[in-house]
Antibody, heavy 119, light 107 residues
Framework: QVQLVQSGAEVKKPGASVKVSCKASGYTFSTYYMHWVRQAPGQGLEWMGWINPNSGGTNYAQKFQGRVTMTRDTSISTAYMDLSRLRSDDTAVYFC????????????WGQGTLVTVSS | DIQMTQSPSSLSASVGDRVTITCRASQSISSYLNWYQQKPGKAPKLLIYTASSLQSGVPSRFSGSGSGTDFTLTISSLQPEDFATYYCQQSYSTPHTFGQGTKLEIK
């Protein structure tokens, strides 16, 4: 069965960086784009971007351009999301999600990783 | 960016009720509209993709319709497990924006 398992919660200081991992299993990792979505406490969902695991190509939301880097390691079926120059308003749960081939919806999601930014 | 607006933002209903949630896009998105259900502390779950296609394993009481700019999610007969927050998302163009969510509560 398809599973996306994310790394554990992180606490970071303002200005630092965080790297969240998302390990995929149960399917061919390179075949499906991986998206990242975040959710601030009590707020809605915010799309951050995607990575094509086959080519490494990426597409980031303008809001995060210059601060976010999405990478992958196909040898271990893992995607990564690196966010730099963290601010307090980056405190959120970060989800990875697999893109379904039909309509570019997100059919499988990781469990989420809480990133807390606090001095 | 395409803006997605859901209405209502919250809704109280009873078990057995028929419920409709609306999502409007700021420009035409053809049928590239998805619906998700999220329960507290959990990841979202895909319900409907491309406006009206039911995701595998999702009960048939959920249905979606619409195209262009106006879309609806309908739950034909509310069950206790359906009380959650619902989000629409457009996947027509990046950024793949979400609506602000509709919280469905028990009356």
């Amino acid at each position: 069965q398809v599973q996306l398992v994310q790394s554990g919660a992180e606490v970071k200081k303002p200005g630092a960086s965080v790297k969240v991992s998302c390990k995929a299993s149960g399917y061919t990792f390179s075949t499906y784009y991986m998206h990242w979505v975040r959710q601030a406490p009590g707020q809605g969902l915010e799309w951050m971007g995607w990575i094509n695991p086959n080519s490494g190509g990426t597409n980031y939301a303008q809001k995060f351009q210059g601060r976010v880097t999405m990478t992958r390691d196909t040898s271990i079926s893992t995607a990564y999301m690196d966010l730099s120059r963290l601010r307090s308003d980056d405190t959120a749960v970060y989800f990875c999600a697999r893109e379904y081939s039909s309509g570019w919806s997100l059919d499988y999601w990781g469990q989420g990783t809480l990133v807390t930014v606090s001095s | 960016d395409i803006q997605m607006t859901q209405s209502p933002s919250s809704l109280s209903a009873s078990v057995g009720d028929r419920v409709t949630i609306t999502c409007r896009a700021s420009q035409s998105i053809s049928s590239y509209l998805n619906w998700y259900q999220q329960k507290p502390g959990k990841a979202p779950k895909l319900l409907i993709y491309t406006a009206s296609s039911l995701q595998s394993g999702v009960p048939s009481r959920f249905s979606g319709s619409g195209s262009g700019t106006d879309f609806t999610l309908t739950i034909s007969s509310l069950q206790p497990e359906d009380f959650a927050t619902y989000y629409c998302q457009q996947s027509y163009s990046t950024p793949h924006t979400f609506g602000q969510g509709t919280k469905l509560e028990i009356k």
